[in-house]
């Protein structure tokens, strides 16, 4: 059952449905084509998005630089395990501060563990705060497991903490083969150094 009405800016084309509820009844006004498409469109764009950037690999594709990115923390994770296991032995700190990966990363240590705001950025020291590590003088320092003892253990009663417990060993092994590598480059923004001529450290043959 469907009356006219008239009550619209198109007189005579509005329908009633035939249902009345209390009597309040409905136009005959169906959602247009376009707006069932929008709709259903946005939902199936939705579940391809899902699919596409959420559950797939998919993105990796249509995005290089997430592939680039992946490609190098894999390269970085091979050449890191080139390094071996760590070990903090004299002859092994040695070796490993000749190697460009270690020192890289141990220099990336020595900045972000704060070692840069007592020991300057280029590890020069600064007056008052931290020891110039870029010198051949050694206050608590004679051989290179020192090097390893006083960053691990720090140095009791000084500024100097003792960092292997919040670095752990890896990170304390890679900074101390840092700091081994820096040894005798005298920094030119380096302060005087303190304490004793070290003797001198000697790299082993790394052909074992
Ligand atoms: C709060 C300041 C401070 C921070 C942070 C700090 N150091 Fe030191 N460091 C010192 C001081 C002070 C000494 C000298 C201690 C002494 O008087 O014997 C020292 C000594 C050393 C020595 C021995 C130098 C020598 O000739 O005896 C090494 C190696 C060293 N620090 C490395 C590091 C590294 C690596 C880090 C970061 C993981 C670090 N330090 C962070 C203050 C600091």
Known sequence: MSTQDKNDGAPGTNQLTGHAYDGISEYDNPIPGWWHAIFLGSILFSVVYMAVFHLSSAKEKLRPEARLAR???????????????????????????????????????????????????????????????????????????????????????????????????????????????????????GIPPEGELMPEWTVPDSDD
Do not use: W
């Open 71 to 189: 490609a190098q923390e894999r390269a970085a994770a091979e050449s890191f395990a080139l390094l071996g296991e760590l070990k903090s032995d004299g002859p092994s700190l040695m070796l490993l501060s000749t190697s460009e990966l270690a020192v890289g990363k141990g220099k990336s240590i020595f900045a972000s563990k704060g070692c840069v705001a007592c020991h300057g950025p280029n590890a020069g020291g600064v007056p008052g705060l931290g020891l110039n590590l870029t010198d051949d003088y050694g206050k608590n320092l004679r051989t290179p497991e020192d090097v390893f003892h006083t960053i691990s253990q720090g140095v009791t009663g000084t500024a100097m903490l003792g960092f292997e417990a919040q670095m752990g060993k890896d990170d304390t092994i890679l900074a101390a083969a840092y700091v081994i590598s820096l040894r005798g480059t005298n920094t030119p923004d």
